[in-house]
Each structure stands twice: as structure tokens, then as C-alpha cells.
């Protein structure tokens, strides 16, 4: 789980590791890609407007 | 950091100190408003920033190409990726945009926050002037362009302020927040004055909010910033700032001739006082389309000078002048102008030219005919 985190991490990021790539590509299930990828845009979004309504008080 | 920037801003005023304040050099103009110098300084900001950048990497290009050329045996490296290069040259950039987020979005908010204004001026976008109405105060006028024909065409020498001189200029106060609330009332326009860094587009429909609060009086001038037909280009802006206390004068002595103009609704008019009153008005509105000799520029904009409809039938050129004809550029002018306006500028274009109608339209008429 962590191990999909951090490769959807690095997508939003732009930068993998080949090593990691294949490993992915290799033994990981597409859905827990889009699953955690899915729910990482929306807490990305949320936080963003959180500090932004933060910032604009 | 600070040494920094204030070297990047000085020498940004170095750079564009041709054009300091003045639309009509290499730069942007700084501006007479603490906004626009605000702009000005971000723009050069970020314009340094833009120029470091490519210098470093430029530089390092042709360094490169230089430096490890292959007449001196240079031998190129095979690898296929580098995770902490890469990671710096995305997280480097990040940097570099956030960095300059910040400063924008703070002066963004400045300019949208329009409120606890001392004045507010609505502005209407008309093809092809524009209309100022001080709100709450009974002011109110057109703003039509005032270079002649003649130095368009070609027959006169250009004047000095050429195509960006009008009739009768926005008139505002220094140090006072001025509101503006902005709309068109056929297509849209954009009322810009880049010496106070305001550019907003007016719409139809819409009602826009900008603000300024200008520094130093003076005049100042735009233009339309957005095409909106045959006369774009001759629907300037000039602004006249005054200090506070010669504005409140100037305010007065408005609202006095609005009132005296209104008294004047219920008196029969003489004749010449009709005609003297018409021409003003028709060369200020009507001759841009029907032109100054009544001629016109058919088929889109009719002649007026003998036209046989509009000598005999008055109730329909009223009609026409005050509710405009579906399906052409004529427009409604019942609410651009006022009662003595509509009635003298009628008679005009009935006795002008040769029209010799001998009718005097009183604005008594015009005013039953508008309720």
C-alpha cells in the first residue's frame, strides 16, 4: 500500500525510478493505481483550497 | 534577497526609464496610482527573473557546445536516467513559479477589492463612445472623439493628441478611491487607461468593477481594447484628474447645468436656440455615421440631407432618434440623452442642409412621448 503511495506520489511529482516502473508495471494491480491516484487528486484539491481560504482569512 | 530585488527593480527602471509614466515607449508606463507602480514593479520583477533564466541556460548550452565540441574529441555519455537531476529540474522550476505567485496574487487582490470607493463613475461602452454617469450625483454625459474628419482623411496635418482626443473627458479627483462600474450597451468594449493599469473588458449584461486612486492630476488617455466595429479605433478615453477640491467644484457647477437643463424641459424653445443646440449634439453623436454635411454613408448608414422620408413624416423620425431601428447600427438614444437633447437634434437634422422643414420639435413633446 505504501509502496503504491509513494509511486503515485512520485506520477503527481513527475520523476520514478526505473527500478520502481518495472516493478510496478510488473507486479502491481492497475485499479490500486487509479483507486489511490483518484483519492490523492481529491485530498491534493482539498488541501489546496484549505490553505488557500487559510490564507485569504 | 532584498539587495536583490532592489537592484532587479532598479534596474528595471533603468531599463524602461525612456517610458517612465508614459504609454508610448518600449515598456509599460509605472503609472500614476500606487497600483499601477505596483504592477510595474512586479512585471519588472519577474521580467529579471525571466532574463537570469536565460542566461543560465543559454549560457550553459553553448558552453557546452563549446566546451565538449568533437574536433577536440569529445565523446558523448550513453545513460538513460539520472533521478536527482531530474528531480531537481522539476523541483527548481516549482520554486521559481510559486516564488512569483505569491507577490502577483497579493496585488491580484488588490485590484479586485473594490470596495469602501468615495466615488463611483458608471461607464457604458457604446459603438462608438463612451457614456460616464456619476452615480447618485445627476451627472451624467457621452464622451465622443473630437479629431476631425479632416486629419483622418488625410487633408489636415495630425494634431498632437491624434485620435486620442474627445469632447468632453472623465473628469475624476486625486486621492480619492474612485469605484467604476462597467457595461456596454451593444457589444463588448474595454475601457483602458494603461497609466492606471486598469483594462476591463465591458459587456452587455454585465455589470464589471475596477478602481483607481490616482496620485497626481493631469490627463490621461486610452483607448478601446477591444474591437468592437468600424470606429474602434476612434472611441478614446481621456480622463482629466483634478485636485480634490477643483473637482468638487467642477462637480457642482455639472449638477447646476444638469438641473437648468431640466427647468428648460417645460419652456417653449425659439428656433435658433433648437438648431444652435442640435448641431452641437448631431456633431457629437449623429456625424460619425450620418456624417457632419447630413450626407451619410449609405447603404448602412443613410443620408439625411433630402432624405424624403424623414421630411415627411416627424412623428417617424422621432420615433427613429429615440427608440432606434431594429436590424441596423442605429441605436436608442431615449436614454442616452436628454429631453432638450432629443428635441434640438431632431429639429437640427429637419432644417438642416436644405431640409427646411420649418418644424421646431419642443421638448415638452419628447418628454410625454418618453413617458
Avoid at chain 2, 513559479?97 to 505569491?102: I, N, S
Amino acid at each position: 500500500m505504501w509502496g503504491v503511495i509513494k509511486s503515485v506520489l512520485a506520477a503527481f511529482f513527475g520523476v520514478q525510478k526505473e527500478r520502481q516502473r518495472r516493478h510496478d508495471f510488473e507486479h502491481g494491480k492497475p485499479g490500486a493505481f487509479i483507486l489511490v491516484g483518484l483519492l490523492m487528486a481529491v485530498v491534493f484539491v482539498v488541501v489546496i483550497a484549505a490553505l488557500a481560504i487559510y490564507v485569504a482569512g | 534577497m532584498r539587495k536583490m530585488l532592489a537592484l532587479m527593480t532598479g534596474g528595471g527602471t533603468l531599463f524602461g526609464g525612456a517610458s517612465l509614466a508614459h504609454a508610448n515607449g518600449w515598456n509599460m508606463p509605472v503609472g500614476v496610482t500606487d497600483l499601477s507602480a505596483e504592477i510595474y514593479t512586479l512585471h519588472m520583477t519577474i521580467f529579471w527573473i525571466c532574463v537570469v533564466i536565460g542566461i543560465v541556460v543559454f549560457g550553459v548550452m553553448f558552453y557546452s557546445l563549446f566546451k565538449f565540441r568533437r574536433s577536440k574529441g569529445a565523446k558523448s555519455a550513453h545513460f538513460h536516467e539520472n533521478t536527482t537531476v531530474e528531480v531537481i529540474w522539476t523541483a527548481v522550476p516549482l520554486l521559481i513559479l510559486v516564488g512569483m505567485a505569491v507577490p502577483a496574487t497579493a496585488t491580484l487582490q488588490k485590484m479586485y477589492d473594490a470596495s469602501d470607493a468615495e466615488l463611483d463613475v458608471m461607464i457604458t461602452g457604446q459603438q462608438w463612445r463612451w457614456r460616464y454617469e456619476y452615480l447618485g450625483e445627476d451627472v451624467a454625459f457621452n464622451s465622443n472623439m473630437s479629431t476631425p474628419r479632416a486629419q483622418i482623411t488625410g487633408e489636415e496635418e495630425r494634431g498632437e493628441h491624434y485620435l486620442l482626443e474627445v469632447d468632453e473627458p472623465l473628469v475624476l479627483p486625486i486621492n480619492r478611491k474612485v469605484r467604476f462600474l462597467l457595461t456596454a450597451d451593444d457589444v463588448i468594449h474595454s475601457w483602458w487607461v494603461p497609466d492606471f493599469a486598469v483594462k476591463q473588458d465591458t459587456i452587455p449584461g454585465f455589470i464589471n468593477e475596477n478602481w483607481v486612486r490616482i496620485n497626481e492630476p493631469g490627463i490621461y488617455r486610452g483607448q478601446c481594447a477591444e474591437l468592437c466595429g468600424m470606429d474602434h479605433g476612434f472611441m478614446p478615453i481621456v480622463v482629466h484628474a483634478m485636485e480634490e477640491d477643483e473637482f468638487d467644484q467642477w462637480l457642482v457647477e455639472r449638477k447646476e447645468a444638469a438641473e437648468a437643463e431640466a427647468m428648460g424641459v417645460d419652456r417653449e424653445w425659439e428656433m435658433d436656440e433648437l438648431m444652435e443646440r442640435g448641431e452641437q449634439v448631431y456633431g457629437s453623436i449623429c456625424a460619425s455615421c450620418h456624417q457632419a454635411d447630413g450626407g451619410g454613408s449609405p447603404p448602412a448608414f443613410p443620408g439625411l440631407a433630402g432624405n424624403q422620408e424623414l421630411i415627411d413624416d416627424v412623428d417617424w423620425h422621432i420615433d427613429v432618434v429615440l427608440n432606434g431601428v431594429s436590424g441596423t447600427a442605429m441605436p436608442a438614444f431615449r436614454s442616452n440623452l436628454n429631453p432638450v437633447e432629443l428635441a434640438a437634434v431632431v429639429t437640427y437634422s429637419r432644417n438642416a442642409w436644405g431640409n427646411d422643414t420649418g418644424d421646431a420639435v419642443q421638448p415638452a413633446e419628447i418628454v410625454e412621448l418618453l413617458e
